[in-house]
């Protein structure tokens, strides 16, 4: 299902989900989790959509958390990612994800928009290049937008085409490009994001009994 290191490091995120997450943070991922929960047991299609600015950075993470999370509660659902504009998933976030634990390839890096294959075990993945929320390779209507940058929340109230529109906004580890310890505020961005996801997923879990 995952490899070693990322199942290991999901259970100990796990572990500390209810001490971690703040009561604000909760209210909103149970309001996710409920509606994933929900959809799921009347059987329709469940597609989550992250969003941000320039899909680059928290959006990614959000995507492959949140595809995790998924896996390991056996859900049967989609997740994407997308942004005002297409710009690229940021070398920061691949570097992030493989400390983590994830295995990365790309047959295109001397593009300006690489398509990245992210291996959460040794044959599957998840597919990670920077789009515009218009792409066609997102879905344009019933998907659940979830906000993960202040920027895309301020200035999207209103999501074309989404079911629910949720906001989870995280810090920019942005802030930190150029500097020594970048990767690592990056690797921190993720595991909270990760942490987060599957404290959402798990909580969709439960409501099915």
């Not at 409920?34 to 299609?45: D, F, L, M, Q, S």
């Not at 209507?141 to 940058?149: E, K, S, V």
Request: charge should be negative; glycine fraction near 4%; hydrophobic fraction near 35%.
């Amino acid at each position: 299902m995952l490899n070693e290191k990322i199942s290991k490091l999901c259970e100990t995120l796990l572990a500390g989900a209810e001490q971690n997450i703040s009561l604000e943070r909760k209210d909103i991922l149970d309001d996710i989790a409920k509606v994933i929960g929900t959809e799921t047991i009347a059987k329709n299609k469940v597609e989550l959509v992250y969003l941000c600015t320039h899909n680059s950075r928290r959006s990614h993470f959000a995507q492959v958390w949140g595809h995790v999370a998924s896996v390991i509660f056996g859900f049967d659902l989609k997740t994407y990612s997308g942004g005002t504009v297409a710009t690229e998933c940021h070398p920061n976030t691949i570097s992030a994800l493989r400390q983590i634990g994830f295995h990365i390839t790309s047959d295109n890096l001397e593009q300006e928009n690489p398509l990245y294959k992210v291996y959460y075990n040794e044959q599957d993945y998840i597919e990670c290049y920077s789009k515009a929320n218009t792409d066609s390779a997102l879905p344009q209507t019933d998907f659940l937008a979830i906000m993960t940058c202040s920027d895309s929340d301020d200035n999207c109230p209103l999501v074309p085409g989404a079911k629910k529109r949720f906001s989870t906004t995280y810090d920019d580890p942005k802030e930190f490009d150029g500097t020594d310890t970048a990767v690592m505020h990056y690797e921190k961005r993720s595991l909270q994001i990760a942490q987060e996801a599957l404290y959402t997923f798990k909580k969709a879990a439960d409501l099915q009994g």
